[in-house]
């Protein structure tokens, strides 16, 4: 049974280097596929997102004399972890898991192409001003209700969800379609935060079960 039009599925950064063996690799990140392979199918809006950088990114620890990935700097929109170089424009580790099936996607929204500012929310760039687009989209096609499913939870699913919330949408995030890098306790932090602002943590079996009900 599908979702009514209301729902939109997101589906954040289901991308090769972010799996195991990527270059920023998520722990047991290829167990969300078929997990969001299912659910997709509920859903008429689904949005998938891409991280696309140019190789001269500023968030590459790789591009700042001395520094190493997972350090913590300062740039002129605020506090900044630096990464492994991934997710570089046009390669392997960019592209989109091969077995993720959702050809029913309506929109990619590709994130940190900028080269001077990182970008981990679908929704707003890290300067938290520059928006993507994609809440005027999802209220354009009649959207109230977000989902959101990927990697990884505690950055950019949570990121996501947060500005979704803060534009107005209900927003629930599927825990076990989703998995964490968990830096320094950021999956703890990233919860607690969704939490407080209203965000849903469900599961995949409880949707599925209220579609066959």
């Known amino acids: 049974m599908m979702k009514p039009v209301e729902d939109a599925f997101l589906i954040i950064d289901v991308q090769y280097d972010f799996m195991p063996g990527g270059a920023l690799a998520v722990a047991h990140g290829d167990e969300v596929v078929p997990v969001i392979n299912r659910l997709a199918r509920a859903f ?92 005027g989209c999802l209220r354009d096609v009649g959207a109230k209700r977000i989902w959101i499913a990927g990697l990884a939870t505690d950055y950019c699913v949570a990121w996501s969800a947060l500005d979704a919330r803060a534009a107005g949408f209900e927003v629930n995030v599927i825990e076990d379609a989703c998995r964490a890098i968990d830096l320094n306790g950021s999956l703890d932090k990233a919860w607690k935060e969704m939490s407080v602002a209203g965000i849903a943590r469900v599961r995949a079996e409880d949707i599925q079960a209220k579609e066959t009900a």
């Open 44 to 135: 008429s809006h689904v949005v998938l997102t891409q991280d696309w950088h140019p190789r001269s990114h500023v968030s590459f620890a790789a591009n700042h004399a001395g520094r190493k990935p997972f350090e913590i700097t300062t740039l002129p929109y605020g506090e900044q972890v630096l990464w492994p170089v991934h997710c570089v424009q046009d390669t392997e580790g960019a592209a989109l898991h091969r077995d993720l099936h959702v050809p029913h996607a309506r929109l990619v929204i590709r994130k940190g192409y900028h080269e001077h500012v990182d970008s981990y929310s679908a929704f707003l760039k890290a300067d938290r001003t520059t928006p993507t687009g994609l809440a």
